[in-house]
């Protein structure tokens, strides 16, 4: 399984960015698949996550802000952020789950400063 993250780079507050997560097969193979993310210092926190029954799931601090999403027919997962803070400033990782196995993408990295 490999998931590839893509979409990240240089946003000034308020701005908007959506990154793109290809997984190598369905993603409906997946009982879960997500967004998490990791600031310099602190643990990798969950953001935003989508069953494969189309039931989403997201963090308090960025709800209202960020939209997840998917396209089965491109087996793509997307994140869509808003309203970007500095806080938001992380390495952003896709990851996937199914009974017995986890899986995780390299990661991009998201800054957001004027």
């Known amino acids: 399984v490999q998931l590839v993250e893509s979409g990240g780079g240089l946003v000034q507050p308020g701005g908007s960015l959506r990154l793109s997560c290809a997984a190598s097969?369905?993603?409906?193979?997946?009982?879960?698949m997500g967004w998490y993310r990791q600031a310099p210092g602190k643990e990798r926190q969950l953001v935003a996550t989508?069953?494969?029954?189309?039931?989403?799931d997201y963090a308090e601090f960025v709800k209202g802000r960020f939209t997840i999403s998917r396209d089965a027919v491109k087996d793509m997962v997307y994140l869509r952020m808003d309203s970007l803070k500095a806080e938001d400033t992380a390495v952003y990782y896709c990851?996937?789950?199914?009974?017995?196995?986890?899986?995780w993408g390299q990661g991009t990295q998201v800054t957001v400063s004027p």
């Open positions: 990851g996937a789950e199914r009974i017995g196995a986890g899986y």
């Open positions: 097969g369905s993603i409906f193979s997946f009982d879960r």
């Open positions: 989508i069953t494969s029954g189309g039931i989403t």
